[in-house]
């Protein structure tokens, strides 16, 4: 169904604990291919944000697509009531933040649902209907339409025949009774989700599928986001080191699973605002990765230690789970260094301030085609 949102622009809000910049990214890339759009910078998701973007909106912009960050409450209100969006995209609800939340989901939920009472009541809102906590959002009075998306569960728009390629990933979705095959050069099934929203947005605006075929396939990818690098010796480096989050730790683990054709080796840091669920959130990330393929594992950073045990009580040997605290980041670089062979593949996977990606550029420069 096609909806004609008023006569002015469509305000388009993406919020959600994993996925709002590619969501966003996506969106956009799609609606380029007839519209001048106005998309917000990555990560730039603050209130203050918010207010810089509404000055910087003019008559020429055909639409807008904006990412509405939440670490307390009240803050996606005041995002809403600064930019009122039309249609809005609850990604996910995780549990970034939730330490910010007495450690309550409850409270976290009501948190995101703040972007269901603070849109347009007409509008059209999209959730994934595969994710358990979105199903308690707060959309029982709202009076407009609930569009929803879906791999395991039938949503609105489903995804089918997912494919792991070289490039990218590569799905089928229904449009308008006919199938219609989608390649995304980004990894990860949670990806898939993430083309889906910015699918099921664009159709609602009139975009064909060859338009969705065609933005989704140029995609900007975000900076440190599952970013493949392919140097020297077959070796592989995926830098993720922007977030660090439950659901995101075990998204970025099942790539390199898949990703991994020989050694698969995870340099995964800690994880912040988990409240009461901190030590319990990083051992089941440990145990996660013992029971999904990854073969050698370094946890950097203080809670990151529990990572480390969470994997030994997985079954994975001492001589493969190594912990290494701030002041040892070199003995961490090291180890990593001498643990690396031909063929392997290294995941670098946490939150910026914990300066990651100091670990990524490591290994570009050890292991750079220049060097041979």
Not at 44 to 49: A, Q, S, W
Not at 57 to 83: D, K, N, W
Not at 139 to 160: D, E, N, P, W
Request: net charge positive.
């Amino acid at each position: 169904m096609t909806i004609d949102f008023m006569k002015e622009k469509p305000i388009i809000a993406v919020t959600g604990s994993a996925g709002k910049t590619t969501v966003k990214t996506m969106i956009s890339s799609i609606l380029r291919e007839k519209w001048i759009t106005y998309e917000s910078s990555d990560y730039h998701n603050t209130t203050e944000n918010t207010i810089q973007h509404k000055e910087k909106i003019g008559p020429i912009h055909r639409a807008v697509v904006l990412e509405y960050g939440m670490g307390f409450p009240g803050q996606i209100t005041e995002h809403c009531s600064i930019l009122q969006p039309d249609i809005s995209v609850i990604t996910n609800v995780g549990l970034a933040h939730i330490g910010n939340f007495d450690s309550k989901l409850e409270n976290l939920v009501a948190a995101k649902s703040e972007i269901i009472k603070g849109m347009k009541q007409d509008g059209v809102l999209f959730i994934n209907r595969d994710d358990q906590n979105s199903q308690m959002l707060h959309t029982s009075r709202f009076k407009g339409k609930i569009v929803t998306v879906g791999i395991q569960k039938v949503g609105t728009y489903r995804a089918q025949n997912i494919r792991f390629g070289k490039d990218g990933m590569e799905f089928t979705v229904k449009l308008k009774r006919n199938n219609y095959t989608f390649k995304i050069p980004v990894f990860g099934q949670h990806n898939i989700y993430n083309a889906l929203f910015a699918i099921a947005v664009t159709d609602l605006l009139g975009f064909s599928p060859k338009d969705m075929q065609n933005g989704l396939n140029f995609i900007t990818k975000p900076e440190h986001r599952l970013y493949f690098y392919h140097l020297k010796d077959n070796i592989t480096v995926i830098d993720d080191t922007v977030h660090a989050h439950p659901p995101a730790m075990k998204a970025a683990i099942d790539v390199l699973k898949q990703a991994g054709r020989r050694k698969r080796i995870a340099v995964l840091g800690s994880m912040s605002e988990l409240g009461d669920r901190n030590e319990a959130d990083h051992l089941d990330i440990g145990r996660y990765a013992a029971i999904n393929g990854v073969h050698q594992l370094f946890t950097f950073g203080n809670y990151s230690r529990d990572i480390t045990e969470g994997a030994l009580s997985a079954g994975m040997t001492k001589d493969k789970a190594k912990h290494y605290t701030g002041l040892y980041r070199k003995k961490l670089h090291e180890d990593l260094l001498d643990a690396i062979e031909p063929g392997t593949t290294v995941l670098v996977k946490g939150a910026s301030k914990q300066n990651l990606f100091e670990t990524v550029e490591l290994l570009l420069q050890y292991y750079s085609e220049e060097t041979k």
